[in-house]
């Protein structure tokens, strides 16, 4: 799929790449309705024509809150390990995910974008970057090598994709980190800022700030991956 226009989105754009298509999901920390630092967030507008809004959890769970200029200037949202978001279900058989987000916590499983039982999109653990299964599939461990997370509070980039054969590419702060052993056979369905719940029905959740998110329904050519990370760098200042 070509790239229409180049990385520079405008900033009340439908899309972060204009004319990259299959958006689905776009949520950005700078775009929140309320900026004051320390504010509940109970609604994530989704910035792209879809209306996936993302709220709140309910059931004791709290809403995560703003952390004004948190990465290069911008505000980002900050999950405590006991807060998420959710936005109605998204099942795909072929997606690029991009995500900017940093692990402030000890939380073992930090999940930036999870679902019920067994599927979870992306988590982030203290020991690597970025992790992804997807029921009895894995690939995991990306960039680990002269990278932290945890206390440091690092913020990354991650462009990600997988087509419907199960063929998959990670890029981790610009750089190709695909493992090439594994590929991922089933469906991914999202369902959850901030946390995943298990198949005996536990709440697994991240601590960390996540600075912006983009979802799209078909996996990307390098040249958009690339163009996509250009643009989250060059907004977020990560590397």
């Known amino acids: 799929m070509s790239l229409l226009l180049g990385a520079g989105a405008l900033s009340k754009s439908r899309n972060p790449i204009p004319g990259l298509q299959d958006l689905q999901i776009w949520y950005a920390a700078d775009r929140l309705t309320t900026l004051t630092n320390g504010s509940s967030i109970r609604v994530i507008n989704d910035l792209s024509s879809n209306a996936r809004n993302s709220s709140a959890s309910t059931g004791g769970i709290t809403a995560p809150t703003v952390v ?3 990465q290069n200037g911008l505000p ?3 999950f405590n390990g006991a807060q998420a978001s959710s936005f109605s279900a998204l099942t795909l058989d072929s997606w690029t995910i991009a995500v900017v987000y940093a692990v402030t ?3 073992a499983t930090p999940y930036i ?3 019920t039982s067994a599927t979870v999109v992306l988590m ?3 020991s690597g970057i970025a992790t992804f299964y997807n ?3 894995t690939f995991d461990d990306y960039g680990t090598s002269g990278l932290t997370d945890g206390s440091t509070a690092n913020f990354h980039i991650v462009v990600a994709g997988r087509d419907t054969s199960g063929t998959h590419v990670c890029f981790v702060d610009g750089a190709d980190r695909t493992k090439a052993h594994t590929t991922l056979s089933a469906q991914t369905v999202a369902l959850f800022l901030g946390k995943r719940i298990t198949g005996a029905g536990t709440s697994e959740f991240i601590g960390g700030n996540i600075g912006e998110i983009a979802i799209y329904s078909t996996i990307h050519s390098t040249a958009n991956m690339q163009a996509i990370m250009s643009y989250l760098n060059s907004k977020w200042s990560v590397y």
């Open 105 to 107: 916590g000890s939380t």
């Open 76 to 78: 980002t949202i900050s």
């Open 68 to 70: 004004a200029n948190s």
């Open 113 to 115: 974008i999870g679902s």
């Open 135 to 137: 029921y009895s599939d």
């Open 124 to 126: 982030a653990p203290t």
